[in-house]
């Protein structure tokens, strides 16, 4: 837990995850939001990057022990899974949203095995589904997937059941409760604020509508 709330003052004292229920944002899939995370702006402060790094390293070790391979998810989580690779003396992949239209097209970049084990790094769940292509993409190339590893989750119920459904095991170093709980003790949302949060959450789609 107090890994997770470091994480989360990290991302908000980065600017990452913007809180704003009064004015929400709106997300490519066409839902509002009160809440828009970018973990990619945590690279630009040493200090945050080496803290996720080392809690990745950490969470890895204890939960996927013994991977071949570290896998990141384009484009928001290659830098992160890079580090990472680096930290645990691993070789490192990263798997393409869509494979690309020339060349060899490749979907996964880097060199990796049939029957090699991947622990998959990712910056974010929103729903899962991107995040599940690229966990399926690697089980078509033949690997064992031992699970993945994120900086952050919103919890959606759609989120937890698609990796339930697709047998994936999802860990997180912090997620949207622990943000949230966060947010209200240091003054960065009021009571009323964190029921708007909490009330989005649990149907993000019709949220507004």
Request: proline share 4%; glycine share 8%.
């Amino acid at each position: 837990m107090e890994t997770g709330k470091k994480i989360a003052q990290y991302l908000l004292q980065s600017k990452a995850i913007k809180l704003e229920p009064a004015n929400p944002f709106t997300w490519a899939s066409g839902w509002k939001s009160p809440i828009y995370c970018d973990n990619r702006k945590t690279l630009s402060f040493p200090e945050i990057r080496t803290f996720i790094r080392d809690s990745f390293a950490e969470k890895i070790s204890k939960s996927f022990p013994k991977p071949d391979v570290i896998a990141g998810v384009a484009t928001g989580a290659i830098a992160q899974g890079a580090l990472v690779a680096e930290k645990l003396n691993l070789p490192f992949i990263y798997v393409r949203s869509a494979s690309k239209s020339h060349g060899l097209e490749n979907l996964i970049e880097g060199v990796v095995q049939a029957g090699q084990k991947v622990v998959v790094i990712e910056d974010l769940v929103s729903t899962g589904g991107s995040s599940l292509k690229a966990v399926n993409a690697l089980k078509d190339a033949g690997c064992e997937v031992l699970g993945m590893a994120a900086i952050f989750t919103y919890g959606f119920p759609q989120a937890e059941k698609n990796f339930k459904d697709h047998g994936v095991s999802l860990v997180t170093l912090s997620n949207y409760s622990i943000l949230i709980n966060l947010a209200l003790e240091n003054g960065y949302i009021s009571d009323t604020e964190a029921k708007v949060l909490e009330n989005w959450r649990m149907d993000p789609e019709n949220w507004k509508k």
